[in-house]
């Protein structure tokens, strides 16, 4: 199975940072990497498909980049409805997810 | 608009069995692979498996952690997708939710949980 690492765990900012979350695979995965929002008691929401496509209704604040084995989530202005959870997901292969990371308000 | 709609959670006993339905609209239902995921309680989700769509048979893909024990099926007639959930274990209890394809769309889950 491929393993996805995020990083960090837990993300403090303050509202209108540059926020950076990182996800890197135990193997090449050929830009096949989602990235989804979970807020407490929501089902998980895509935000980014296939490393750097942005879904459609998603605020153009949010960006994604990589290739290979690692890959970025980039909040370019980090806004209060921002908080929740963000998890990676590749489908290169058997499909599997990171742990997450928690971003938190600074 | 596209709407999935999970239903059949609940209480059950280790060792018993549970079906669950996602009863989807707003999307040519034939023509999407759909999935199955799950997510215990603060963690991470996990992809089950996958039914595909008409063009690709309706074949099946699942997680070695379930295969065996789960099958995913779906009614192409009412847009139905299902989940099929036999000897369940402690270690089952979480949030399920059906998708869309590459998980673009996701129901908002239904609960099982599994203990005596």
């Known amino acids: 199975d491929i393993q996805m690492t995020q990083s960090p765990s837990v993300l403090s900012a303050s509202v209108g940072d540059r926020v950076t979350l990182n996800c890197k695979a135990s193997?090449?995965?050929?830009?096949?990497l989602n990235w989804y929002q979970q807020k407490l008691g929501e089902a998980p929401k895509l935000l980014i498909y296939?490393?750097?496509n942005l879904q459609t209704g998603i605020p153009s604040r949010f960006s994604g980049s990589g290739s290979g084995t690692d890959y970025t989530l980039t909040i370019s202005s980090l806004q209060p409805e921002d908080v929740a959870t963000y998890f990676c997901f590749q489908h290169n292969s058997w499909p599997t997810f990171g742990a997450g990371t928690k971003l938190e308000l600074k | 608009e596209v709407k999935l709609l999970e239903s059949g959670g609940g209480l059950v006993q280790p060792g018993g069995s549970l079906r669950l339905s996602c009863a989807a609209s707003g999307f040519t239902f034939t023509d999407f692979y759909m999935s199955w995921i799950r997510q215990p309680p603060g963690k991470a989700p996990e992809w089950l498996g996958v039914?595909?769509?008409?063009?690709?048979?309706?074949?099946?893909e699942y997680n070695p952690s379930v295969k065996g024990r789960f099958t995913i099926s779906r009614d192409n007639t009412q847009n139905i997708l299902y989940l099929q959930m036999n000897t369940l274990r402690a270690e089952d209890t979480a949030i399920y939710y059906c998708?869309?394809?590459?998980?673009?769309?996701w129901g908002q889950g239904v609960m099982v949980t599994v203990s005596s």
């Open positions: 039914i595909r769509n008409k063009a690709n048979g309706y074949t099946t």
């Open positions: 193997q090449n995965i050929n830009k096949y």
């Open positions: 998708a869309t394809g590459s998980l673009d769309y």
């Open positions: 296939n490393t750097n």
